[in-house]
Each structure stands twice: as C-alpha cells, then as structure tokens.
C-alpha cells in the first residue's frame, strides 16, 4: 500500500496533518507515502485529478490503483485503522 499526499505552503489543514502523518510513518516505516506541492508539482495534480480542496490523502493498493481517497483533516486513529485495514492490499 502507498499513500499520495496532497498540501500546499497556504492550506492551513496541511499545517495540521503534516506532524500527524510524521507520527504514523515513524510508528510504520513500512508505509510508502509520497508528498505532492499542488502549486509546484502540477503532473501529479492533473495525473490524480486533485482539487484546490486540501489536504488530499490518495490510497494506492499494489497494483498502484487507487482504492480510497480522504480530503481534509484526518484523526490520527482514524488513518491508523485505514493502514491497518489495507496494509496488505
């Protein structure tokens, strides 16, 4: 599994995921995660069809389709239990 992560310098929700998801991927170094700028890095924007509505959280199975996709603030436990759920997807 594989999550595409999605923020900008000016969404303020993005402020408040990154130290979030900096914990579960210390607690899951398993996790393949990538992070996306949406003002800098427009191919991966336009390839996964990303609105200006951040943060976008993009759950990739190993297959590299997409099966799950969460836009804004996220709880922790929640995230946790979508890894755990799909981690072997």
């Known amino acids: 599994m594989k999550v595409i992560k999605f923020g900008a310098v000016w969404c303020s929700g993005c402020l408040v995921m990154k130290p979030r998801w900096a914990e579960i991927e210390a607690e899951n170094p398993w996790l393949q995660t990538e992070m996306h700028d949406f003002d800098e890095d427009k191919t991966a924007v336009e390839k996964y069809n990303v609105s200006d509505i ?3 959280f993009v759950f990739l199975d190993k297959n590299g389709n ?3 996709r969460l836009n804004g603030e996220v709880a922790k436990d929640k ?8 981690k072997d997807r």
């Open 54 to 56: 951040l943060p976008v």
């Open 66 to 68: 997409e099966f799950l």
């Open 79 to 86: 995230l946790v239990n979508i890894i755990n759920e799909n």
